[in-house]
């Protein structure tokens, strides 16, 4: 079992930055691609960014494509979503998504490839 714990959501105003951050326990996190999802009211989860274990390949929607990056750190187990020029339509929250497998499938973008789901954490932006 795995446990996923976000952190660093909250308000900030269009054209801002933010930056979340995953830790996980229970299984080496190194292991396992970390991936970010979000869910806005009234829409349907949707994926935001994915990055490989070793962390050479990362994979974005292209609605946040140019604006997000996903970054890891094997050596404190965590994944990283810097955030910048934010949008309203940005406003979701944010949850932090592991596999139950070490590699990432070709569906990456489909919430149902994901056995680890963090609690999540709230992103809003004003305009």
């Known amino acids: ?10 308000l900030v105003q ?9 830790s996980a326990s229970g299984r080496t996190f190194s292991n396992y691609p970390g991936v970010w999802f979000r869910l806005a009211p009234g829409k349907e989860r949707e994926f935001v960014a994915a990055i490989t274990a070793s962390g050479g ?15 890891r750190d094997n050596n404190k ?3 990283d979503l810097q955030m910048n020029s934010l949008k309203s ?12 497998t070490l590699f ?23 305009s």
């Open 77 to 79: 187990n965590t994944v």
């Open 89 to 100: 339509e940005d406003t979701a929250v944010y949850y932090c998504v592991a596999p139950g």
């Open 57 to 71: 390949r990362s994979y974005y929607a292209d609605s946040v494509k140019g604006r997000f990056t996903i970054s």
């Open 14 to 22: 269009a054209g801002g930055s933010l930056r979340l951050s995953c």
């Open 1 to 10: 079992q795995m446990t996923l714990v976000e952190s660093g959501g909250g």
């Open 104 to 126: 990432l499938t070709t569906d990456y973008w489909r919430p149902d490839q994901y056995r680890y789901w963090g609690q999540g954490t709230q992103v809003t932006v004003s």
